[in-house]
């Protein structure tokens, strides 16, 4: 069964660096997303991104966050100043089609745990 | 941004009841609800959905209910399973593009 895959699990990093999060979507999904959950707290959307593009960004997804798919396969999430409230787990998600009443499924990753010390 | 709310963050059931999760909302302009179930190091897995035109939704053992009045939603899980014992989080949308989190709740069901 296809699933969304992300690198890597675990990415620990000094506050003030840049990180780059890796996703691969489902192959003939259209629509990407990053959504984050700070540890013991709602899952928050990040940003929505199709053709190319950010379709949706929410007031967390500032500057400092930037998201790109590189070559057709790769849905990356770079953060470039990682402050200590960046540290949570970072989901990927796809999704096939757009606005379809009847089958909008995401699926996710697993998700990167991103602690900043 | 609390557009989205779950107000019991645990649930204990015994096996073979019934769980009800409860879901409420602020937005009326939300077209679009899901549920997910998550386990412990893994990411949300897609349970069922239901959009604002109907009022139930149910696929095997799960029943999602919308009242779009009192701008509630609620997953029934019957008959409750050991192996339904995870975090459940719902949804919100409006027109797909960015979805609002539940804070989820927390279900265990006994054996």
């Known amino acids: 069964e296809p699933e969304v895959t992300q690198t890597p699990s675990h990415q620990v990093t000094q506050m003030g660096q840049e990180v780059i999060l890796r996703c691969v979507p489902i192959?003939?999904?259209?629509?990407f997303y990053w959504y984050r959950q700070i540890l013991g707290q709602k899952v928050e959307f990040l940003v929505s991104?199709?053709?190319?593009?950010?379709?949706?960004k929410s007031e967390i997804f500032d500057d400092q966050f930037s998201v790109e798919r590189p070559d057709g396969s790769n849905f990356t999430l770079k953060i470039r100043s990682t402050k200590l409230e960046d540290s949570a787990m970072y989901f990927c998600?796809?999704?096939?089609?757009?606005?379809?009443?009847?089958?909008?499924?995401?699926?996710f990753g697993p998700g990167t745990r991103l602690t900043v010390l | 941004d609390q557009q989205v709310k779950q107000n019991s963050p645990s649930l204990s059931v015994q096996e073979g009841r019934i769980s009800i999760l409860n879901c409420d909302y602020t937005?009326?302009?939300?077209?679009?609800f899901l549920w997910y179930k998550k386990y412990p190091a893994e990411g949300p897995t897609f349970l069922i959905s239901?959009?604002?035109?109907?009022d139930k939704n149910e696929d095997g053992r799960f029943t999602v209910f919308l009242n779009k009045s009192a701008k509630h939603l609620s997953l029934h899980i019957v008959p409750s399973q050991p192996g339904d014992s995870a975090v459940y989080f719902c949804?919100?949308?409006?027109?797909?593009?960015?979805?609002?989190f539940g804070s989820g709740t927390k279900l265990n069901v006994k054996p």
């Open positions: 192959s003939n999904h259209l629509y």
């Open positions: 991104f199709y053709n190319n593009e950010i379709s949706e």
């Open positions: 937005n009326s302009m939300f077209d679009y």
């Open positions: 949804a919100a949308s409006r027109n797909f593009n960015k979805f609002y």
């Open positions: 239901i959009s604002s035109i109907k």
């Open positions: 998600a796809s999704k096939a089609r757009g606005g379809d009443l009847f089958y909008n499924e995401q699926f």
